[in-house]
């Protein structure tokens, strides 16, 4: 069983030994190489990182990365495994992910659960609404059969993140097909250049909403593991952000 994760990354950081991690350099586009597989080879979207943020590693590994299973995860957030163990000791192995994978066709980090936001809601409230309504408006005419799995979504209050999975590869193939399409087509409707560059991150952000649609309306069978996140994450100021944005309508500046 060939498992290949990309772990995407724009700097040099510690990377699991397990061999199903591959790190790649995403955004290396006219960048000094750091070391790692560059998402700048080969068939590439490597220049439109800053919108398209850690999927552009993913379409390179899409184009030019063979393997009986495809995974992307994230230099500071991997699946943590059944180990006892703190930080990188709890990374998901290679005989964990191969036992998993040979039971479910697909493998996604527990859902990250907003309470008193509903994905659209909370969407509206920290990016800009005319990102969604014009998703929707491309599925309604180019993917018609994923319009109501994408109409309940965005009434939900909790959805699989961070553009996380292992999948079975011709899965993987058939949602990087339908992922990249929409997204183009949404590239081609957005004014960037009315963007912050944290706003324009936009296409990255659309694509973890567009992972449940596809998961949902295809019945594709997964199993849920922990994200486990490498660094310290300041609660108090990422709580704070959520509730201004929920009722002061303040929109994000930053990640947390």
Excluded at 15 to 23: F, T
Excluded at 198 to 212: K, M, P, S, W, Y
Aim: with cysteine; net charge positive; proline share 3%.
């Amino acid at each position: 069983m060939n498992i290949k994760i990309i772990v995407a990354a724009h700097k040099k950081y510690p990377i699991s030994a397990e061999s199903i991690y591959l790190p790649v350099q995403v955004g290396a586009f006219q960048r000094e190489s750091i070391g790692y597989q560059r998402d700048d080879e080969g068939e590439n979207i490597s220049h439109k990182n800053p919108n398209y943020c850690e999927l552009t590693g993913l379409y390179w590994a899409w184009k030019n990365l063979p393997s009986d299973y495809l995974g992307l995860v994230h230099y500071r957030r991997y699946f943590g495994g059944s180990q006892k163990g703190k930080g990188m000791e709890k990374v998901l192995s290679d005989q964990e992910a191969a036992e998993i994978l040979n039971t479910t066709d697909c493998i996604l980090p527990k859902k990250q659960r907003y309470l008193i936001e509903t994905i659209y809601s909370h969407y509206d409230h920290t990016h800009y609404a005319q990102d969604i309504q014009k998703t929707r408006k491309i599925i309604a005419e180019y993917y018609p059969e994923y319009l109501n799995a994408f109409d309940r979504h965005m009434e939900k209050r909790s959805s699989h993140m961070f553009n996380m999975f292992i999948m079975r590869r011709d899965l993987a193939d058939q949602y990087c097909k339908f992922l990249f399409g929409i997204l183009g087509k949404l590239e081609s409707e957005l004014d960037m250049e009315a963007y912050d560059p944290f706003q324009a991150r936009v296409l990255g952000r659309i694509g973890e909403i567009l992972l449940d649609v596809w998961i949902d309306t295809n019945q594709i069978n997964y199993k849920e593991m922990p994200m486990i996140y490498l660094e310290k994450i300041n609660w108090r100021k990422k709580i704070i952000a959520f509730l201004q944005a929920k009722f002061f309508h303040k929109k994000y500046k930053g990640s947390f």
